[in-house]
């Protein structure tokens, strides 16, 4: 059974960083496009960044673009998301995928098979 597990999430001051993590287990991670969506209190949930199985081809929402980074290592079955430059408003539970199809469209929910739990980041002003 394939688990996904995220790491990292807390509480930072605006203009600060924090890096999530999402370990992939149960599965073959090498295989999978990975993706970071995000769910702010009151709104649906949102695309923020993908990445394929590669590990190149990353991009990202508009909203955090030139802020945020994805890699992932597949040694260690771990996509991460560095978000710098943060703000009040990326605060929100955020979400690992895995899409282990190969399919396009990385950016909506629907491609992907497995989720996390999610982790919380907030963002104070």
């Known amino acids: 059974q394939v688990q996904l597990v995220e790491s990292g999430g807390g509480l930072v001051q605006a203009g600060g960083s924090l890096r999530v993590s999402c370990l992939v287990s149960?599965?073959?991670?090498?295989?999978?496009?990975m993706g970071w969506f995000r769910q702010a209190p009151g709104k649906e949930r949102e695309f923020v960044s993908a990445?394929?199985?590669?590990?190149?081809?990353?991009f990202y929402a508009q909203t955090v673009k030139g802020r945020f980074t994805i890699t992932r290592d597949s040694a260690k079955n771990t996509v991460y998301l560095q978000m710098n430059s943060l703000k009040p408003e990326d605060t929100a539970v955020y979400y690992c995928?895995?899409?282990?199809?190969?399919?396009?469209?990385?950016?909506?929910?629907?491609?992907?098979?497995?989720w996390g739990q999610g982790t919380q980041v907030t963002v104070s002003s």
């Open positions: 995928a895995a899409n282990p199809w190969g399919l396009s469209g990385l950016s909506t929910q629907s491609a992907y098979k497995y």
């Open positions: 149960g599965g073959t991670f090498s295989n999978y496009a």
């Open positions: 990445i394929n199985w590669r590990g190149l081809s990353p």
